[in-house]
């Protein structure tokens, strides 16, 4: 017999204060909203790319999931109805809305459902979590009826089935969905000026449009802290989260036109090392890089302080959760002995390629100083976000880059070699396999720390900070998510008093 289950996630310079007139938020339509973000995206298919700067733009907006993610991690229906769980934990089924359409009229059914997560799993998917619908077999039951049985337990399914790779998307509109994003969401793309900004337009043929306060949302793109600052003292921006506004805070906690969110994450900063590369294949040479760097220090320099060094690809407050901090910790005499026993000849000229968000571009600089004490030469080169998806992401062509993992159960990436930091270790695949497959929760918290333990002892990258992010929004907006277990914008949900 079926047994129903509720499954909760496991799983910039300061500016000179501002004179400006307060109408700029008064004349605002209370049916509009503008929003900034640091990242454009480079594409609207989440099911196409990696990035979250995509799900901040779509997911939950124009594309729609069985399930959805909420602030506090938990997770509820969407365009599921329900759902069962076999006590075996492999087989579910789902009971889906009716009377769902999609944004050409289409109606979205048990087998677009097979349809999406077929694709998904495909040969020539794109789909940066690939993995996750190749272990699943779609079964469709009915017209309103799908089954998915895995082949592997995959204890946080339906958390993984409420992000933006597990949308679910109109078969006639996929080849276009990175331009013209067709979905079942409460909004339409009305335009996208490349380099600019994006505006989604409420959809009348929702159903819940009339619940729908905001008719017209607009994002606009900075990524540079002080024009994030000055945007929101100007009031030409409504709400801008995760914003790069520390060193300026007082100017937003102290006016009354703001309210100032601290949300809590489950992200990883990282400095990423190409593992393929030598002589970053030495496990040396990567422990030395990782004793090379003060991780306080880094947390200063590039989130103003607001952050929790970590020492695994795993974060405080994740089930399992065990401290690896000292595993690779701070030491410089350390790190030239290691290098030295790899046979390095210093100094090492490396590639260190970062990416536009100010935490990288600032962090960058001090890890680069950092590294130039034991012999390392990391030599900054500053990309756009879309070259380093195409060229460090893509093409893996770099040996060092500072960047921010969003996503709270990613360790499974590090089972896949062909990852762009290319780590690959047996010892870590059982270990995560036995994770997920563990029946008692107890020994999956076991081999989940034992998983942990092992990407630090391998210095597979070196894990910098668990960051606290920043929301400043105006005053009297209301529904804002107050932590971000995934990066998400559900504009629905927002409404001003």
């Known amino acids: 017999m079926l047994k129903r289950r509720t499954l909760l996630a496991t799983g910039a310079a300061a500016l ?190 929702y159903r819940h449009a009339e619940a729908v306060q905001i008719r017209k949302a607009s994002f606009r793109f900075i990524s540079e802290p002080a024009a994030q600052t000055a945007a929101l003292l100007s009031g030409d921006v409504d709400l801008f989260p995760h914003a790069s506004v520390s060193r300026s805070l007082p100017q937003f906690q102290n006016d009354k036109r703001f309210q100032v969110v601290f949300n809590a994450s489950r992200g990883k900063t990282i400095l990423a090392i190409n593992n393929k590369r030598k002589p970053l294949d030495d496990v040396r040479v990567r422990r030395a890089i990782s004793a090379a760097i003060d991780r306080k220090a880094v947390i200063e320099a590039a989130v103003d302080g607001r952050g929790v060094p970590i020492g695994s690809h795993y974060v405080p407050g994740a089930p399992g959760y065990i401290d690896t901090t000292g595993i690779n910790a701070y030491n410089v005499e350390k790190a030239r002995q290691l290098l030295a026993e790899a046979g390095v000849k210093t100094p090492l000229e490396l590639d260190f390629v970062l990416p536009p968000p100010p935490y990288a571009r600032q962090g960058g600089e001090l890890i680069a100083a950092q590294l130039a004490k034991v012999g390392i030469v990391a030599k900054i080169q500053n990309v756009e976000w879309a070259q380093w998806m195409s060229g460090t992401y893509g093409n893996k062509n770099y040996d060092l880059s500072l960047i921010l993992h969003v996503e709270p159960f990613d360790l499974v990436n590090y089972t896949k070699p062909e990852y762009y930091w290319g780590y690959q270790s047996a010892k870590f695949n059982e270990a995560f396999d036995k994770a997920r497959n563990a029946p008692r929760a107890a020994d999956r918290l076991r081999y989940l720390g034992d998983a942990q333990r092992l990407l630090a002892e391998d210095a597979a990258n070196v894990f910098l900070f668990q960051p606290q992010f920043i929301t400043v929004a105006a005053r009297n907006l209301r529904g804002l998510w107050k932590d971000t277990p995934i990066f998400v914008n559900d504009i629905a949900a927002l409404y001003w008093a």
């Open 16 to 205: 000179t204060p501002l004179v400006l007139p307060t109408a700029a938020f008064a004349q605002r339509k209370k049916d509009a909203l503008v929003l900034a973000l640091t990242l454009e995206p480079t594409g609207l298919d989440p099911t196409a790319k990696a990035g979250a700067e995509i799900s901040e733009v779509v997911l939950y907006n124009v594309f729609e999931t069985l399930t959805k993610i909420n602030s506090d991690g938990s997770v509820t229906p969407l365009l599921a109805e329900s759902w069962e769980v076999s006590p075996d934990l492999k087989t579910y089924t789902f009971k889906l809305k009716r009377s769902v359409k999609f944004q050409n009229g289409e109606p979205f059914n048990a087998n677009t459902v097979k349809f999406s997560f077929d694709r998904a799993a495909a040969a020539n998917s794109t789909n940066k979590d690939k993995r996750t619908f190749t272990n699943i077999a779609t079964q469709v039951v009915d017209e309103h009826t799908v089954v998915l049985i895995t082949k592997e337990i995959e204890p946080d399914l339906l958390f993984l089935l409420g992000q933006s790779s597990a949308v679910l998307v109109e078969p006639k509109t996929v080849e276009t969905n990175a331009t013209k994003p067709v979905g079942t969401g409460p909004y339409k793309l009305e335009s996208w000026s490349k380099g600019s900004g994006i505006v989604l337009a409420k959809w009348d043929g």
